[in-house]
């Protein structure tokens, strides 16, 4: 019985982790990016999206000093063969279709600018899906450890070969050891179908509504719990402080995470795990402000006493938010986080003033500035064609003003009310003396840290 009350816990906690990742000005902004708001901001409630096209001409020259200018328009994928190390045993043929679409959503000049919500949640799709028709003629769910290496060199070259930036595994923070299934203690088909309920599995995560998954995890709350399941015994709990090595149990939840894609992918068309995997990974990248903000100290002595339009204070704003216009594209809903936490930074350091309003600061500022380009909060791709070339999608072309952070404001949603979860019980409901209640108190910040860090992954 006290089994079945922690594993319902821990699902509950699962559940509300994603409520964790919001970001916090108190945090040192220059090392993290995972951080909370305590003073927030109402999402902008003028303006209408409408998706307009870019090409590559538009965009900024950021290129190496080796390398040519600007791309020129139309810009069109440079290809040649590639040379494999001819150990790993795959038909790269038959998995063509997403190697190109990753090497255009990694292409060399977009890639740097858009690792984050383009390129690096493709290359995980990807790998996930290799990982799935590797293992499809056999009764394992994870590549070899012999011939993981060589797989994931292939699978690199190929891409580079496409037209890829070099230095994807770099640039993405990922090894070949993520396609071996790490130290999660299950990895052949008959014991994960033993283990997991694989048709709710398959059934939640074959067709995702992105418009709901975010708010209402559906998939997600799947994968968390086959890999819970999967895990076993490796979460164990110390009888004098129940506390776990927590590193090391993330790590097997993690990689048992991956085995939980890979039997997705290996029962799902490519196309249809591809979808479902980038939905995934667009949930997770819209929950946090990708931007790291440097102490804006400069902005914040120019703006402190400001109650008006002020060219010195507009002028130290503009000038700190033209550093952060040169790093990446952002999504719709990331501007809106990295615009409030850079002004609940602002507020912090004594700038009352809405300096958003005064010094006529939107949304489409905290992003590259490429006709005022912040793209769709849904999974982005480039698009190909043999007139205009590579070319992506961009969400917004009104002027959206910035939201201003409120010290009335304790939280902030961008799902809309009838999306939010149910309240936690209060403090008063949760006086109720017994061992078991000592124990959860004491439970609960692994729990989140482990899930949160879980839902994450």
């Known amino acids: 019985m006290g089994g079945s009350i922690c594993h319902q816990f821990l699902l509950l906690i699962l559940l509300l982790s994603g409520l964790q990742e919001s970001l916090s000005p108190e945090t040192h902004f220059a090392s993290s990016q995972e951080v909370s708001i305590s003073e927030m901001a109402t999402p902008p409630s003028t303006g209408i999206f409408y998706p307009i ?32 190390t001819g150990k790993c045993p795959i038909n790269f043929s038959a998995i063509s279709t997403i190697l190109t679409k990753t090497a255009s959503d990694c292409s060399s000049w977009l890639a740097p600018l858009a690792a984050n919500v383009i390129c690096c949640p493709q290359f995980n799709s990807l790998l996930y899906i290799f990982q799935g028709f590797y293992s499809s003629s056999s009764d394992k769910l994870v590549v070899q450890t012999a011939v993981a290496s060589d797989c994931f060199s292939d699978i690199v070259s190929i891409l580079v070969s496409r037209g890829a930036i070099n230095g994807i595994p770099s640039l993405c923070s990922i090894k070949s050891s993520n396609l071996t299934g790490g130290s999660c203690p299950v990895n052949d088909v008959a014991t994960f179908e033993m283990t997991v309920n694989t048709r709710k599995l398959l059934d939640l995560c074959a067709s995702i509504d992105p418009l709901k998954e975010c708010c209402r995890p559906l998939c997600q709350h799947a994968i968390a719990e086959a890999a819970l399941r999967i895990s076993g015994g490796q979460i164990s709990i110390d009888d004098n402080r129940y506390v776990v090595s927590q590193s090391s149990r993330i790590n097997v939840l993690n990689d048992c995470k991956g085995v939980v894609y890979s039997y997705i ?28 903000f440097e102490q804006p ?53 004594g700038v009352m003033e809405n300096v958003y309003e005064l010094c006529d600061v939107d949304l489409k500022n905290f992003s590259i500035q490429v006709s005022g380009c912040l793209l769709r909060s849904l999974p982005s791709d480039l698009v190909f064609d043999n007139s205009s070339g590579l070319s992506f999608i961009c969400d917004l072309t009104d002027n959206i003003a910035a939201p201003w952070p ?52």
Do not use: H
Not at 277 to 291: A, E, G, W, Y
Not at 334 to 347: E, Y
């Open 53 to 84: 096209q870019i090409s590559p001409s538009m965009i900024p020259p950021y290129l190496p000093q080796n390398e040519s200018s600007s791309p020129m328009y139309p810009n069109f994928p440079q290809s040649y063969e590639p040379v494999l």
């Open 406 to 457: 409120t010290s009335s404001m304790q939280s902030m949603s961008l799902c809309p009310p009838e999306m939010s979860l149910p309240a936690l019980p209060s403090s008063e409901t949760a006086k109720n003396p017994g061992s078991l209640r000592v124990g959860l108190e004491r439970f609960v910040p692994f729990l989140v840290f482990v899930l949160g860090a879980l839902m994450l992954y």
């Open 265 to 292: 992918s290996r029962k799902l068309s490519s196309d249809t795990a591809d979808t479902s995997f980038r939905i995934l990974s667009s949930c997770k990248v819209n929950k946090v402000c990708p931007l790291k």
């Open 297 to 349: 100290v400069k902005v914040i002595n120019a703006c402190r006493n400001v109650a008006a339009p002020s060219s010195s204070c507009c002028n130290s704003l503009n000038m700190y938010i033209s550093g952060i216009q040169k790093k990446m594209l952002i999504t719709n809903k990331q501007a809106i986080l990295c615009a409030t936490l850079f002004g609940s930074m602002l507020r912090k350091g």
